[in-house]
């Protein structure tokens, strides 16, 4: 028989199924829906807070991080890929180990400033910090901590506008250097007080910060 009439041999077709991954619940898959805008998003910074407000309001244990690790390492694509560096840089303990474990963390690096605390109350009760940090630009968190409730976490604000912030609060109190470590301790007591006053809700500014806060508290204890 020639070359000419021999068919030619046909690779069978090999469907493969992968595993699915385990079903999103409904706080997670809002999460997911609401860090859609990831890839577009050249700022770290802003890469940060759009995945810190998307997880506004969830109780983001691990066991939540652990469902959305494995769906976006299951279902590859540009917004889980930015999705999982994001994560590994920002999440601390075992959700940030997965995250790593599946990508490199979302670069450039972040690193931590200079702090001040107001030794006076802004109002009756009432302690602020002032943290700084940088990725390539600075920017600074301001946090307004409830002396009367063992220090709780009130207010928390992201700003880029570092000298203005600290201009408007100086007008206000009188603000002094504080070593980050220090800063640092009070502000991980605080989250750690609001943790444990499950009957007193964060208030929605501290909810959209909370993982920047977090980030920012384990990267000052090195």
Not at 135 to 151: I, N, Q, T, W
Not at 206 to 211: D, K, Y
Request: net charge negative; hydrophobic share 45%.
């Amino acid at each position: 028989m020639s070359r000419k009439t021999q068919r030619p041999k046909r690779r069978p077709i090999v469907v493969v199924h992968r595993p699915p991954a385990t079903a999103l619940s409904p706080a997670q898959r809002a999460f997911v829906d609401g860090c859609r805008e990831l890839p577009q998003l050249r700022d770290p910074l802003e890469a940060e807070l759009l995945v810190s407000e998307a997880a506004a309001g969830a109780s983001a244990d691990e066991e939540f991080w652990a469902g959305v690790v494995e769906h976006a390492v299951s279902f590859p694509s540009r917004r889980n890929d930015r999705l999982l560096r994001v994560l590994a840089a920002m999440l601390t303990g075992r959700p940030g180990e997965w995250a790593a474990s599946a990508v490199p963390a979302e670069v450039p690096a972040l690193t931590v400033g200079g702090a001040w605390i107001c030794d006076r109350s802004v109002d009756a009760g009432y302690l602020v910090l002032v943290c700084t940090y940088r990725f390539e630009d600075e920017h600074a968190m301001v946090f307004l901590l409830d002396e009367l409730s063992g220090g709780v976490v009130r207010k928390a604000f992201v700003t880029r506008d570092v000298q203005a912030a600290h201009d408007e609060l100086a007008g206000q109190c009188s603000l002094n250097e504080i070593g980050a470590e220090a800063a640092h301790w009070l502000l991980a007591r605080a989250y750690d007080r609001l943790d444990r006053d499950r009957d007193d809700e964060a208030s929605l500014d501290v909810q959209r910060t909370r993982l920047l806060a977090n980030r920012r508290i384990a990267l000052a204890f090195g």
